[in-house]
């Protein structure tokens, strides 16, 4: 084993006293600070591969430094060429970036392609001359899969380094490859642009003030005038005259400033009016933008590990022609989340889109009914391949970090309905209450599955049985309740917690634009969801006793 040890200034050797678990330093193979240093054995000898960091500027990258032995032990003697320049297209790809290998008994080289951005790209080359005396090689295409979800997949910012080696059993090829989700220095750098966001904003409310301030103020010149108790004191009385007319003079020539700016913006007329409107929305993108990069994670909106372990979930929403122009938005939105793997539209009526009206970045399915539906949310569908799904309306808007949060609570309780939306039901003849009352209240029962992730096997089976029957006719009759109805059978299953909830950092509902959501208006809505209580509390029991809230200490649910 090589590892790297440029910041000693020299390279090592490891060979394994118990593999992979015990190594011992074997000996110092050459006193220079290599890195991405590689050793391969080809036609006889032993090539030793690596760039010196000891130079400054381009060599750093552009150069490639070559030995060769009879022995892996050494020693190395330098190859007459050494180091090789490499300046392809401006571009600087001399640095290894992973192993040699051989394919069809010639030898390609890998190395990392400086690009136009920050991070570096795989670039492969085949080796067409190596010997003591000459080395010549030439750039073979190489095709990697562009990352679709752009800075959320896992090379979203780059990819440096490439390991492909053939399996002794057969002709599969493995391949191992780094990459990164977040460009290096890139928290220091959110932190900078939204702390300028943040002192652009005050400087403009500053300044607004001090426009604002200036067509308002008039200042009285009496206000300056000099006073003087003893008429002997000349000369302290001449000095508060040649002040005082100075001071005067300012003021005039403030007083003159503010009423021509005071001509030119009318703050009362309309377009002054206008130009304030202007003005004050630009101040709260600006806030926007610095609370976006500030506090929104690190922008690349990562997995949340459990255990060490990642995972992906099925994002599930239902909808139909009227609700077309928000599937597009939500498809091209949500597809860009690290853990979706596939998106399932649950398609009530009217003509369904074609896959190529969806912008997607993952796999896009839609799914069908015969009949239009609220139960059609949970319909068994043997084709989902995760085990978690989010059922999210497609008018709901909020980032992908917020679904990842609420995905890695999931996966933390996974026999529960996590969601972002928690109600309250109680009294004695119950009442549905929203999230400012539950919270006043100090505690929820109901979680919308309208915007939550569930084991879709256990809950859609419980919604599909027999006990479920009632509410489901209860569903068509009102065409409202299906996540209600889905809390009760929970709740039924459990004698402990069956929700929990995620505190979104900003979502929003489209719905309230677009006219076309049953729950448009709040009032009507609510009483329907009352009266499906009553009902659904008479045939599955009551959940008054279940009240929960701010339980868990991740911070999360407050």
């Known amino acids: 084993m090589m590892p790297e040890s440029s ?27 290599l890195v991405d240093s590689v050793i391969i054995n080809f036609q006889g000898s032993y090539w030793l591969l690596g760039s010196d960091i000891s ?14 032995s009879s022995s892996p032990l050494g020693p190395w003697n330098p190859h007459k060429q050494s180091p090789v320049h490499n300046n392809k297209d401006n571009r600087l790809s001399a640095r290894n970036g992973g192993r040699p290998f051989i394919y069809n008994g010639s030898l390609y080289r890998i190395g990392k392609d400086r690009g136009a951005g920050s991070g570096y ?34 090379n979203g ?44 904003a005050s400087i403009s409310v500053l300044l607004l003030g001090a426009l604002i301030g200036a067509i308002m103020c008039i200042l009285p010149l009496r206000w300056y005038l000099p006073h003087t108790e003893k008429r002997s004191d000349t000369l302290k009385t001449e000095k508060q005259v040649f002040l005082c007319h100075k001071f005067s003079s300012l003021i005039c020539n403030v007083n003159k400033l503010g009423s021509l700016i005071g001509g030119r913006i009318n703050y009362r007329a309309r377009k002054g009016r206008v130009y304030i409107a202007v003005i004050l929305l630009i101040l709260v993108v600006l806030t926007c933008f610095g609370t976006h990069y500030i506090f929104g994670g690190n922008g690349a909106e990562e997995p949340y590990p459990v255990k060490g372990r990642y995972s992906q979930f099925t994002l599930l929403t239902m909808t139909y022609d009227a609700r077309l122009w928000n599937l597009k938005m939500f498809v091209e939105h949500y597809s ?23 912008k997607s970045m993952v796999p896009v399915r839609i799914r069908i009914e015969n009949k239009n539906t609220l ?30 949060r609420g995905f890695k609570v999931w996966r933390e309780h996974p026999d529960r309905i996590v969601g972002y939306y928690p109600r309250l039901a109680e009294g004695r003849l119950l009442e549905y209450c929203n999230e400012r009352y539950a919270r006043q209240q100090g505690g929820y029962n109901i979680i919308l599955t309208g915007a939550a992730f569930m084991d879709h096997e256990l ?38 917690s069956t929700v929990e909830y995620v505190k979104p950092t900003w979502a929003i509902d489209m719905s309230k634009f677009s006219g076309v959501a049953i729950s448009r208006n709040t009032q009507a809505h609510y009483h329907i969801r009352s009266k499906c209580l009553a009902i659904f509390s008479g045939i599955y029991g009551n959940l008054t006793s279940k009240r929960f809230f701010n339980s868990r200490g991740d911070g999360w649910d407050v």
């Not at 910012?157 to 493995?174: F, M, N, V, Y």
Request: with cysteine; hydrophobic share 40%.
């Open 55 to 68: 130079s400054y500027g381009p060599k750093q990258r552009g150069e490639l430094c070559i030995w060769y």
């Open 157 to 200: 910012a780059r990819s440096h380094h490439l390991d492909i080696q053939q399996h002794p059993l057969g002709q599969l090829w493995i391949g191992v490859m780094d990459g990164d989700r977040v460009p290096l220095g890139d928290s220091v750098h959110r932190l900078t642009v939204g702390y300028m966001f943040y002192g652009v």
């Open 121 to 154: 790209n795989i670039q492969v080359f085949r080796v067409e001359v190596l010997t003591a005396n000459q080395y010549k090689e030439v750039v073979v295409p190489f095709v990697l899969e562009k990352p679709l979800k752009g800075r959320n997949a896992w």
């Open 459 to 496: 809950a859609f089976k419980r919604y599909w049985s027999e006990e479920a029957e009632l509410g489901r006719q209860v569903v068509d009759s009102f065409f409202n309740c299906e996540d209600v109805l889905l809390n009760f059978l929970f709740a039924n299953e459990s004698s402990t």
């Open 375 to 404: 139960n059609n949310r949970f319909n068994i569908d043997k084709e989902i391949k995760t085990k978690g799904v989010m059922e999210l309306d497609d008018d709901i808007m909020m980032t992908c970090d917020d679904l990842e």
């Open 336 to 358: 860009k989340c690290a853990s979706v793997r596939e998106i399932v539209v649950v398609w009530n009526k009217g003509r369904p889109p074609s896959l190529g009206e969806l």
């Open 7 to 33: 910041k000693k200034g020299n390279l090592r050797l490891y060979y394994a006293v118990d593999f992979p678990l015990k190594w011992k330093s074997e000996k110092v193979l050459m006193e220079r600070p």
